[in-house]
């Protein structure tokens, strides 16, 4: 189960257009993606936003991760205006308990949970000798 995961989520991010324009310099958001037991955990580094800037939605299997800030600057008669826009979406693995998908955003990390069912927990096999 463990690489067919692995397998999926390489998929979504090889080749991941670049809509991000951030502090990274690579024009790409770098996720971390965690089979932990209860869940899966992806982080995103999403340095300069507010939590509020966040949408977070889950359509179907579609885990839908958008960003948004603007900002307005009137000095010395001039005017600028620089907006940043993150938008990517993902399948989400089997057995994710939708109801209590969770996220939160700390020191520049988007962090977003999706909690396993009981089957998408699986079961320990013991060995026998």
């Known amino acids: 189960m463990r690489r067919e995961f692995d397998e999926l989520f390489s998929k979504f991010f090889k080749d991941v257009p670049a809509l991000w324009n951030a502090e ?9 993606v965690e089979d932990q037991a209860d869940a899966y955990v992806i982080k995103a580094e999403a340095p300069g936003f507010e939590p509020k800037d966040f949408s977070i939605d889950l359509r179907g299997n579609q885990l839908v991760m958008q960003a948004k800030r603007s900002e307005e600057k009137k000095e010395k008669g001039q005017e600028s205006f620089t907006a940043t826009e993150f938008y ?22 988007l962090q977003v949970s999706l909690p396993k069912t009981a089957e998408g927990k699986g079961r320990k096999i013991e060995v026998k000798g």
């Not at 089997?94 to 998908?101: G, L, S, W, Y």
């Open 88 to 109: 990517h979406s993902m399948t989400i693995p089997e057995h994710v308990d939708a109801k209590k998908v969770d996220a939160s955003y700390k020191q520049g990390i």
């Open 24 to 32: 990274r310099g690579d024009g790409r958001w770098a996720f971390d």
